[in-house]
């Protein structure tokens, strides 16, 4: 088989490029996007910016002020507003977009891309990402790929993503192309809530796309099987048999169907189960079907010590004349690099550490929400912190924090109960974080 799978890493920057910073420079991101001209990178400064954006005919680079550092994080997020994604980009193959160091949340549209929308023919690159809770009524919760579009993924967390339709992830139109490297890909559903109706793909669906995953963990996505005649939904699901997948050095994990209904699958130093209603399955070297041993961390997706998975990827691999997988010997611990996005031992890309520059406090994901909610904040320095939950009288429902903090970025969950441990009604709520001088506060929707 020959590998026609697109691999580019942008670097659309050059020597004349102008650096936009938002909000210095200009107030919103939109305002810096028409302003900008091919080549130029558009800044955001650490924390929360909300609105949705369109770039169009135009070759750039959008991404977090931490982006030129050693320390890129996720804490600029970006959150739209509803009934469209929260990024569109429209471009033909001659432009080039690069989106590096954001978190890219909440979105809710009822059009196909819950969080990004990429049009026919575009070449989007994104790296050292987050693409979470985002919803799609259609298709594409994370990330929807219109036909013939390329797209490339390096160290990007997909998470959470859910779409009512096909792919609770990533969709991919027919004939798009994509490469998928490092990343984590968990927790994404294909189905609306309260229905018992599946869409296909709850991580990835394909529609005659051919897709390169190397060193990712795909696992816990909601997937389904019925061997009795019922509907089958896989972590990675075609429409029928045209689609192409390579997988090496990964992990994919699921309760039930891992692949279902493609052309070929091509996979070595990878483990993986249950795949099904497949033309082709070349079943290279070094392949697993046992329990990958995650740590008991939930939601982290780390190795524990004697996984199985440990040392046992390749540092280089070639299949049919293409290179898939060449890893120099700085990147990995022990005798082989290991199977999954993260190497045992090695820093994990999802963890937070690094001091914040500012109090800030995050939209709650998801939104609307029912039962449970998580609201996300930083600290810069130690202070007393207070996070209170307000109905739309200003009446305080519930305190959930009061105490002492060092410096750092937190998370906690409010469950829809008032101070008295009862249910609150259906309604709009506010959070306010309050410390030193600092105060913030945000909308948020419970439903029932």
Not at 19 to 32: A, F, H, V, Y
Not at 96 to 119: A, K, M, P, Q
Request: net charge negative.
């Amino acid at each position: 088989m020959k590998r026609i799978i697109v691999l580019f890493l942008l670097g659309v920057t050059s020597l004349f490029a102008t650096i936009i910073r938002i909000p210095e420079d200009w107030p919103t991101i939109q305002d810096g996007i028409e302003t900008a001209v091919d080549g130029d990178t558009i800044l955001l400064g650490t924390g929360s910016h909300i609105g949705n954006i369109l770039i169009q005919d135009k070759s750039l680079v959008l991404g977090s002020e931490r982006i030129f550092g050693d320390d890129v994080q996720w804490l600029t997020q970006l959150t739209g507003f509803y009934d469209e994604p929260i990024i569109t980009i429209e471009n033909d193959s001659d432009k080039h977009v690069e989106i590096i160091g954001l978190t890219i949340r909440d979105g809710f549209s009822t059009i196909n891309g819950g969080g990004i929308y990429c049009g026919p023919g575009s070449r989007v690159s994104f790296s050292h990402c987050a693409i979470q809770y985002n919803v799609s009524t259609d298709n594409g919760g994370g990330i929807y790929c219109e036909e013939n579009a390329a797209i490339a993924l390096h160290d990007v967390v997909i998470r959470g993503n859910r779409s009512v339709n096909n792919g609770g992830g990533i969709y991919f139109g027919n004939g798009a192309n994509g490469a998928i490297n490092r990343c984590l890909i968990v927790e994404n559903d294909c189905r609306d809530i309260g229905s018992d109706e599946r869409g296909s793909g709850t991580a990835i669906f394909c529609d005659s796309t051919q897709l390169q995953i190397t060193s990712t963990t795909i696992a816990d996505n909601n997937t389904y099987s019925s061997w009795m005649g019922g509907p089958y939904v896989a972590s990675i699901q075609g429409s029928s048999r045209g689609s192409l997948l390579e997988i090496v050095n990964s992990i994919q994990h699921e309760d039930h169907l891992s692949i279902f209904q493609l052309g070929t699958v091509t996979y070595a130093y990878t483990l993986v189960d249950n795949i099904v209603s497949v033309d082709t399955v070349n079943d290279l070297e070094g392949n697993l079907t046992l329990d990958p041993g995650f740590a008991e961390e939930e939601g982290i997706y780390r190795l524990s010590n004697g996984s199985v998975c440990i040392d046992a990827g390749t540092a280089f691999f070639v299949w049919e004349d293409d290179t898939l997988i060449d890893i120099p010997p700085g990147e990995y611990d022990g005798v082989a690099p290991d199977m999954g996005a993260y190497e045992f031992g090695m820093v994990v890309v999802e963890d937070l550490t690094a001091v914040p520059v500012r109090y800030s406090l995050l939209q709650n994901y998801p939104n609307p929400f029912n039962p449970v909610t998580t609201i996300g904040y930083s600290v810069p320095e130690q202070s007393k912190i207070t996070l209170t939950v307000f109905d739309i009288r200003g009446e305080e429902v519930m305190k959930l924090l009061n105490k002492e903090k060092p410096p750092g970025n937190y998370e906690v969950l409010w469950n829809g109960l008032n101070e008295s441990g009862n249910p609150v009604s259906t309604g709009v709520y506010f959070a306010r974080l309050e410390a030193r001088e600092f105060s913030q506060t945000i909308k948020m929707v419970y439903l029932k």
